[in-house]
């Protein structure tokens, strides 16, 4: 597809850009500001002014937007719509826009008079600008006006513009990449990424495919000069204003194959020989490809730290806060490689999923979109306390702390979760009829990159997983919202200052476990129209929980029948204490075996 060129009453002001190809069916709007292709310098082209419709390879079908103030000028008069092909142009305010076909590539081998020059990037930075004042300035110039490129294609025209501007002898500039380990093969590899020449209403030089390869092949800027004659008798040049090039490679993985290419015309020295110029050639260019090579080093490293914020970007939907602030800086296998470590645990289920399911099979896509708003509740609380998101078990979220960083207070970190998941999903989780449960087991883990050959995943793994997800299910027994181990519990009360209550809720054996352990619940600071426990009243169960455990279960049932109505637990022990006409079996230790769920 050919180019439309803009150009201001200055020659600052002006941008050329590739017009959208047929199949993307797409036009292009042009205006002064949030349009595709914006022309911020001219005051008379409205925010919205025309609109370019390809309409053939070469041809382009223009119409004035009803919004727009000022005419547009065509062939010297107004006009709304029309059609332009290569070569023409109107205007709007004090700006031509101009079509034009974007010059090709070549690769000419045949004898042509040519001299080639090599300049040594290093030899470069250390030598001095002769116009060090206005080079410096222009330069002063470029990170604003590189930086604020909103996008790739944008950055490519503003750097051709730049290069003509600051190469005084330069007809034409052009980005193009190739692939260096094709040198002698087709071309299908070369691509020309963007182009500008200094006259719009006339063709510019090819570009040499042969000058861009052997640049980036050797990773060092290459100048190449040939006489006037030669250029008019063979095909290296369409152009008799180009007796020189040169091309600056890219060095850098987001700009991997990539070159500047600046192409203009020797002017003949005082004696009015030409050959002399091109003796001079090397030296008086310096400077341009100087320039140039900086030029080509801020793309290279703005497009890499681009890179790397989308790579940034990418991580985050997978690697929580505290493991992205890990990585920075340093070896992602070694802060990945999997490794023992302190950690508390924290399950956290959604109750009522299957059922739901069930019951809304004809609008799973709006079940769909309820369970991830109360899953997005409980993984944002995880990542919020600095926890790591170490996997999703169907309906269920599973978060650590302690990895990748060591953390003291894990337990509380994992016990403020839970409270802040409690305080904000009542509300969400009962509109969705949804109950949950939350288990928080603390121990030693192995934290990090986990898998088998075929796929990996940032999880924990060991004991104190398992046991976090059985206490999770204790949850649904016990009718807790969040029951937590002896471990945690421990943990929390040596922390003077937290916020929580915590019950010793019994020692139990969860199914698939040799060892008892000791539950308790977390009760997290009251939210609105919730029950609250006294400190008399969990006093009053942990001693018929005692008395329970010691086999006087008439103590336990007289003390247990004191707790409120509303209270669950209470209900699990009793009904224990009930079934066993309040005599402990002949085997009993303490213990609740719990069946399998």
């Not at 790579?311 to 340093?330: D, H, I, S, T, Y």
Request: hydrophobic share 40%; with cysteine.
């Amino acid at each position: 597809m050919p180019d439309l060129i803009a150009q201001g009453p200055v020659s600052e002001h002006r941008w050329r850009r590739e017009l959208p190809a047929i199949t993307r069916g797409a036009g292009v709007l042009l205006g002064r500001a949030d349009a595709d292709w914006n022309v911020p310098w001219d005051s008379k082209i409205s925010r919205a002014h025309v609109r370019l419709t390809p309409i053939t390879d070469n041809r382009v079908e223009v119409f004035r937007e009803a919004t727009a103030r000022n005419p547009v000028f065509f062939r010297g008069k107004k006009t709304d719509h029309f059609t332009l092909v290569p070569g023409e142009h109107f205007v709007i305010g004090s700006t031509t826009f101009t079509l034009a076909n974007r010059p090709g590539a070549s690769d000419a081998t045949g004898d042509v008079d040519l001299t080639e020059h090599e300049f040594d990037h290093a030899m470069l930075r250390r030598r001095n600008f002769r116009d060090a004042a206005g080079r410096i300035e222009m330069l002063s110039r470029l990170p604003d006006l590189i930086t604020s490129s909103s996008s790739d294609e944008e950055l490519l025209v503003r750097v051709t513009s730049v290069l003509l501007q600051a190469t005084p002898a330069a007809s034409a500039v052009a980005i193009a990449s190739a692939n260096p380990n094709a040198m002698g093969k087709a071309d299908s590899d070369f691509k020309i990424l963007h182009y500008d020449n200094r006259v719009p209403d006339k063709d510019g030089p090819t570009v040499s495919t042969r000058l861009v390869r052997k640049a980036i092949e050797r990773r060092e800027s290459v100048l190449h000069l040939w006489s006037a004659a030669a250029s008019e008798t063979n095909a290296f040049t369409s152009s008799e204003e180009a007796d020189w090039a040169f091309c600056v490679p890219l060095r850098s993985e987001a700009c991997m194959g990539w070159g500047l290419y600046v192409t203009g015309q020797l002017l003949p020295d005082e004696s009015g020989r030409l050959q002399q110029s091109l003796q001079a050639a090397p030296d008086n260019l310096q400077d341009d490809v100087k320039f140039a090579e900086l030029v080509g080093t801020m793309i290279a490293n703005l497009r890499q730290s681009r890179r790397l914020e989308r790579r940034q970007a990418a991580m985050r939907r997978f690697f929580a806060p505290v493991v992205m602030e890990a990585l920075a800086g340093r070896d992602t296998s070694e802060v990945l490689a999997p490794r023992e470590a302190n950690l508390s645990v924290m399950f956290c289920d959604l109750r009522g999923f299957s059922k739901r399911s069930e019951r809304d099979a004809d609008q799973l896509l709006d079940l769909l979109a309820r369970v991830s708003n109360a899953l997005g509740v409980m993984t944002r609380h995880i990542l919020d306390t600095d926890g790591v998101i170490g996997d999703f078990h169907g309906d269920a979220a599973m978060g650590f702390w302690g990895w990748p960083f060591e953390q003291q207070d894990a337990a509380f970190l994992a016990a403020e979760a839970a409270s802040r998941i409690v305080a904000e999903s009542t509300q969400v989780l009962m509109e969705n009829t949804f109950r949950f449960g939350i288990g928080i087991a603390t121990g030693r883990a192995v934290a990090g990159q986990i898998g088998t050959v075929d796929q990996v995943k940032v999880t924990a793994f060991g004991p104190v997983v398992n046991l976090a997800s059985r206490l999770e299910g204790l949850t649904k027994l016990f009718g807790a919202k969040v029951i937590i181990d002896h471990d945690t519990a421990a943990a929390l009360k040596a922390s003077s200052d937290h916020p929580f209550q915590l019950r010793r809720l019994a020692r139990v054996r969860p199914a698939g476990f040799e060892n008892e352990i000791e539950a308790w619940e977390l009760i997290v600071p009251p939210t609105p129209n919730t029950h609250v426990l006294s400190s008399d009243q969990i006093a009053l169960y942990e001693a018929g929980l005692d008395a329970m455990i010691s086999g006087d279960w008439n103590q336990a049932y007289d003390l247990l029948h004191g707790m409120p109505a509303w209270d669950r637990p209470k209900d699990v022990l009793l009904s224990i204490i009930l079934r066993n006409d309040r005599t402990p079996p002949h085997d009993w230790d303490g213990v609740i075996r719990m069946p399998k769920l």
